[in-house]
């Protein structure tokens, strides 16, 4: 199988899609001539046009307004957020007017469209330029929220995301762009609500989201040299959350980490181990433990920033303490 | 002023007929909140009829418009079904949202409108981005986009007005200035011109008294003819008034506004009265036709509230139905 | 002890501590002349003038972000945010520019202000004005998230909010404006990060937030009947949390009820649990168990929107369960 | 023009200086990037120096100032310390936010700096809300609010406007209009009138000439006089050009803006090129003085850098101090 970039998977899913149904297309800032800061939309604008790929002024509260009402009159827009931070600024675009219409008007209008945006810190990009703010989306009832870790995965949820009749934001990490990895010339889709299961393991359930699924392999590796076998997870859309999948794998190791770049406290963590507590109880060995980033805004200095995230080191050492029961 | 012909009864006879809808609708709302039959609270459309007919006999029932927190007015001049609106009021399965939604989020595809919204301005975007719509697909549907004076207090108006403006949008952006955000004067809430905030973007305005359908419509019927046309987008700035608090609750008002004004807009400046007195005054209708006129539309207004107070509620399995859509 | 409603007592301490400090002052939608659509400010306009109590234009984002840059500048002002719904609008500048402000600026820069909003459904208001938010300010560093429950605490955590050197959330239930309660004639702080051990038990601890302490209160009656023996706990404030209280009261009891009326997936359940998990693992008899709002948007109609929220009866039954094992 | 005497002399080789220690401390910046010594990515403020020190040559130290991603000759212009500057770009701990903040947050409380923001448009409600205090307090304090063209795009600034309007608030706010937000062209982000955007709130705006020391610092001791005295706010739009690209990485830029329109800017409006030739026509410095001067402030840039690559970075125990101040 041919390996491409990130970028080049997010393009071919948007292009594909853009190609598949006319009423598909994307808005943000200098997603045209520019194609985007990080350069994922190079070559739409040339083969769509500047009506399907929109450059807009820096107005996220109003574009993200447009495309709830460009999707309610049978739009599907992707709207490109630069930057993960931005969400704030469209919270209520999305969480009061994209998230509750379909509930709110009893079934009747639908608001099918995409967020791209992305998170992950470690860029000295300073506190504005480098949240993970996938909790709070995943907080609001009427929203999916895919995180996809490589780039078969942004391609096939990307595709997922624009044909879905609900609003979904997508959060790509921003130290992924340029990962390259193997994606079929195929058409292909992935589901949502369906974890994978990268590699199984008897000892302990490493669960990760986006980037943090490579901690989790990596802390694996770390860890079959100590003799630990661990099961690892990439959790793919946080809503809607594959239980079944996470739960089944904790009630065999019966320990398990959950580990995502979010702040740490009421964070994606806390969802996914009060669900683990919940539903698999009965089996666990060892208290439930997550790794979030720290509960801090993230630091510009280099000698502090790689401190507020977890690292496979860190993950595998935590690992050992719950298999050998040192507290 | 607008010359009107012999042409122009069927137009406004209908325009009386929704005007009085309207009235009557709010009427027994209002009666259905104090006597607790109504659950919730809701805002009084009473006083600016003249605003959301005008505007609605423009449009064809394809274009689309959105609305707010004081949205039943709209919903009838878009279109609405009495009976569907009170059931939704009352939070009945049969409601237009299937009482989900409730007085602020009152909704009616089927006539384009696109809903209620219990966001002040939530709806900016809304309206601009379903007239981006439009324009993409090449349709010539206009939107119109109803908000209060108090609106103007939100940037996102600002934003969507920016891009309409540069697109060239078939949107109509219908500020109805009812002199006051809830309790509070429009001049303490907006600083310069209230047009001027449009025009600033480059999009033609306009001004013009919100009582009087005749100029409301004709202004409406130029105006959308014209963004059909791919001229939008428009401002106007609809003066008007609300006869009732802001919202049911509100009863003792005299603390921000007196009681002679409201007194001189309901006896001089009703939107009703007005139109009454063209038909009346060219002979194109009779007093007493216009009051057998009303008795019906009342008839019709009780036999919707009767018919939704027995209407059954949702069931309650429908609770954590249509979140998502399949 | 007099008894005075919340109302009261919030309005209390808003004019104690402008009476105290100058640089105090309230800004926000109608406060002034009309005290709030719920009347909680009244007076303060006649007593203080309208420079210190002021009647804004609808615009959340700028006020919000006007009261950032009057605290950095010295002011302490007090945000009136009407419904707890808009907190979205508001976002960007609360999470972005107040929250990170000391951080960012290495400690020298403070935001000395406070939002008072409010929570809770149940009054017919529909999804877009009874959305209880309060996780998703809490994910957020650098905030701190107060959650009275009587009239006593709404008085005595907004003093110590408004003399606190940070942002803080208040939010207050809307039904219990007119709650009556016990209020002191004389001066008092409640200290955020105390949790208050309302009733002590020992079978099962229930944990609540805001107005769920009333109705874990009231459970605790009905398990009483029962012969169940229930420890209540009010958390007051979520951020910072007072973890040691609750973890040594699970100790104790080996089974815990979390209880709050945000939506239960990635809410402030979420976390207590997982935090209460970690801690107390070894202790637990019985599963963490969580009841948020559900994860929908909240409807207006009066047969679908009581279904939407944690209720005593639930509440009592379900301990019955885990106390009896049943599952 | 302003008529200028030689009573002048003193304030416009302060200029030039402040001027030309922007212009270095950027080609400093740009290096240290360049050489990957500097980490994170930033935005160099060079072409636009007349902007920041023509504005901030007419503020006290106890004024506010707000400033934006592109902040660094705010900063220096405001008066902040190149050593501490160069730490912060480092992350040192000696930097003015301990290296946390990094060129995007960079801050000088002590000299009325509220810091760069990363926001765009992010600081409208801080310096109105500082402005807000001033009034409040009494106090004779004016705020400036510096943005690109590009915040124009953001709904908060007309909040913030509305209201600072309405209250009188001693706020002026500067909109350096380089033409440019990122890789679009001002025309395309930006519909009608930029000045009538801050008119329609009953603002008196001006425009101006932002490479032209002179005719800056001019307007804004006026306005700055007149907010003091409480005739605020006051709406500036600056004419200006950023040199380098929109950020250090932003190398290839033909597809958005020529060489020729580039090269026009550097060699015919560059603002210390025109500062030097008043300065030299005038015989008020000669060539060679103002190349010493400019020497002097080569190596005083060059020594911070050095001093800054040499300083400590905070210790990690620091990654949680300053979340929450006692
Ligand atoms: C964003 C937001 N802020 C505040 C409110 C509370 N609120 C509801 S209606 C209203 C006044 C709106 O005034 P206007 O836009 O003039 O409409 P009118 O009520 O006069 O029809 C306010 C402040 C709200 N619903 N949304
Ligand atoms: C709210 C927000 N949207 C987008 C960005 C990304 N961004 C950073 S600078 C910039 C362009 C800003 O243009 P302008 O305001 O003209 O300032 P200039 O860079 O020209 O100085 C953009 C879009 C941001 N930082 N904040
Ligand atoms: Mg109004
Ligand atoms: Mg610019």
Partial sequence: ?327 | MTNLTTKDIPRLLQAYRQMVTIREFEDNANELYLTAKMPGLTHMYSGQEAVAVGICEALKSTDYITSTHRGHGHCVAKGANLKLMFCELLGKEEGYCRGKGGSMHIADQSNGNLGANAIVGGSAGIATGAALRSKMLGKDDVTVCFFGDGALGQGLLYEVMNMAALWSLPVIYACENNMYGEYTHVDEMAAGSLTARAEAFGIETHRVDGQDFVAVNALSEKLVARAREGEGPFFIVLDTYRYHGHHVGDVNRTYYRSKEEEQHWKTERDPILLLAEVLVSNEWATQQELDEFKAAIKKEAADAVSYALDAPYPDESEVDMHVFVD
């Fill in chain 1, 1 to 327: 199988m041919r390996n491409i970039t990130w970028s080049q998977a997010m393009n071919e899913a948007i292009a594909e899609e853009m190609r598949h149904d006319e009423t598909v297309f994307i808005m943000g800032e200098d997603v045209a001539e520019a194609g985007t800061p990080f350069k994922v939309t190079s070559g739409l604008v040339e083969e769509f046009g500047t009506q399907r790929v929109l450059d807009t002024p820096i107005s996220e509260p109003g574009f993200m307004g447009m495309a709830v009402g460009a999707s309610l009159t049978g739009m599907r827009p992707i709207v490109d957020l630069m930057f993960g931070d931005f969400i704030y600024l469209i919270m209520d675009q999305l969480a009061n007017q994209a998230a509750k219409q379909h509930y709110m008007s009893g079934g009747k209008l639908t608001v099918p469209l995409v967020v791209r945006t992305n998170m992950g810190a470690t860029r000295r990009s300073a506190a504005q330029h480098s949240q993970s703010l996938q909790a709070l989306v995943a907080h609001i009832p009427g929203i999916k929220v895919a995180m996809p870790s490589t780039p078969y995965e942004v391609k096939g949820l990307m595709k997922t995301a624009i044909r879905d009749n609900n609003p979904v934001v997508i959060f790509e990490d921003k130290l992924s762009y340029q990962m390259k990895g193997p994606v079929p010339e195929e058409e292909y889709f992935i589901p949502f609500g369906q974890a994978n299961v990268i590699s199984q393991g008897t000892d302990i359930t490493l669960i990760g989201t986006s980037s943090m699924v490579q901690v989790c392999e990596e802390a694996a590796l770390i860890l079959a040299e100590k003799g630990i076998s661990a099961e690892v997870i990439d959790v793919r859309t946080i809503a809607p959350l594959d239980e079944h999948t996470l739960v089944e794998s904790v009630k065999k190791t019966g320990r398990a980490i959950v580990v995502d770049e979010g702040h740490q406290s009421f964070g994606v963590t806390s969802e996914i181990v009060a669900r683990l507590n919940e539903q698999a109880f009965y089996y666990l060995d060892a208290p439930l433990t997550r790794m979030g980033a720290m509960d801090v805004p993230i630091p510009f200095s280099p000698a502090l920033e790689d401190l507020t995230v977890p690292t496979a080191a860190g993950v595998a050492d935590k690992a050992v303490k719950l298999v050998t029961g040192e507290r």
